[in-house]
């Protein structure tokens, strides 16, 4: 869910796109569409097949299952927490993608420079962020064909639509930590995120993203941390209701946030998410949460985890780890083909 603990600048960041397709035009790979922005192509795939859709360092890439070579992969696009659209912000244009080929699904016009931030499940809102240029946010978001503006007070990632849409969680960058807030999107207002807690301050947090998963209701995002500041616990879960905006952590101990970018996964099972650990050396630790009773019956806005012997059937999908550029795993997803 979180990028980092100190993001990059929206600027930094608009530079770093640009910097990324002007190296694959450069490269002579195949752009499938050219309005500002490249969809490199790269091996076949099943048109009846799944697709992991994976962050890299050239932007997001769709690989097929059990193959180390992206498809296609789009510089500064965003998916839905499922898998289930994606979009990218391009020469004034919204476009959504066409996930078994990186090609368009759709276009909207949308002036402006800003990058898409978050994508709701199915695709139906996306939230676009810059800077204001004076310490604050303009977020935009588009919603079946239309847009509307606000601008809020500080550096804001915006990552996640409540339910009914009136509402954008969202990252804010104080340097050296971030708070989660709740940007109104119809009162134009900012606020914490609520906790379980309701008499504790706003949190400082730290850590950096390894994984997100979405409940099969869509209700609940649980994203997997890494956070070295803490000896007692390495790793943590943030989890968020998408209906009441409300926050809840889930402390993980070692050997959970250690080793390389591929031993710490998640994943959902109904109400209930795991987290598995593989130190590489035959050893795997699960922990195992109910997301609903957190949720309702936690006393505290931190839980510890408890851990058990894992079995390794939540690994990530064979060869992932060795996509070029490799950073997190999205969704593996069964994309529809079009007539």
């Known amino acids: 869910m979180h990028r980092h603990a100190t993001p990059p600048s929206r600027s930094a960041s608009l530079l770093l796109a640009a910097a990324l397709?002007?190296?694959a035009s450069a490269c002579g790979a195949e752009a499938l569409w050219l309005n500002g922005s490249t969809a490199t192509t790269g091996t076949s795939v099943d048109p009846d097949g799944a697709l992991a859709l994976v962050i890299t360092d050239g932007g997001l890439a769709a690989v097929p299952a059990g193959g180390t070579r992206p498809v296609w992969t789009v510089a500064g696009a965003v998916a839905a927490p499922d898998g289930s659209a994606a979009a990218v912000h391009t020469a004034g244009e919204l476009v959504h993608l066409d996930l078994r080929t990186g090609g368009r699904a759709g276009a909207a016009a949308l002036p402006g420079t800003a990058r898409v931030a978050a994508v709701a499940p199915g695709g139906h809102r996306v939230a676009l962020a810059e800077s204001d240029g004076h310490g604050g946010t303009t977020v935009t978001v588009w919603a079946d064909g239309s847009s509307s503006t606000a601008?809020?007070?500080?550096?804001?990632d915006p990552e996640a639509?409540?339910?009914?849409?009136?509402?954008?969680?969202?990252?804010?960058?104080?340097?050296d930590h971030y708070r989660i807030v709740v940007l109104d999107l119809v009162g134009g207002q900012?606020?914490?995120?609520?906790?379980?807690?309701?008499?504790?301050?706003?949190?400082?947090m730290y850590g950096n993203v390894i994984q997100a998963v979405l409940t099969p209701d869509g209700r609940r995002l649980a994203t997997l941390y890494r956070d070295p500041r803490h000896a007692d616990h390495t790793a943590f879960v943030h989890l968020l209701d998408l209906e009441s905006s409300t926050t809840v952590c889930i402390d993980l101990p070692a050997p959970f946030g250690t080793g390389g970018p591929a031993t710490d996964t998640i994943a959902a099972d109904g109400d209930t998410i795991e987290v598995e650990h593989d130190d590489g050396g035959g050893r795997r630790h699960r922990a195992t949460f109910d997301t609903r009773r957190l949720l309702t019956d936690a006393p505290q806005r931190h839980e510890h985890a408890e851990v058990s012997?894992?079995?390794?059937?939540?690994?990530?999908?064979?060869?992932?780890?060795?996509?070029?550029?490799?950073?997190?795993?999205?969704?593996?997803?069964?994309?529809a083909r079009r007539a």
Do not use: W
């Open 151 to 156: 601008t809020f007070e500080g550096d804001l």
């Open 21 to 23: 397709l002007a190296a």
């Open 161 to 175: 639509f409540t339910l009914d849409g009136h509402r954008l969680v969202a990252a804010r960058s104080y340097g």
């Open 309 to 335: 012997e894992g079995d390794g059937r939540l690994g990530l999908p064979p060869g992932l780890a060795a996509v070029p550029g490799f950073r997190r795993l999205v969704a593996v997803v069964r994309p």
């Open 190 to 204: 900012q606020y914490p995120s609520p906790s379980i807690d309701k008499l504790a301050p706003p949190e400082d």
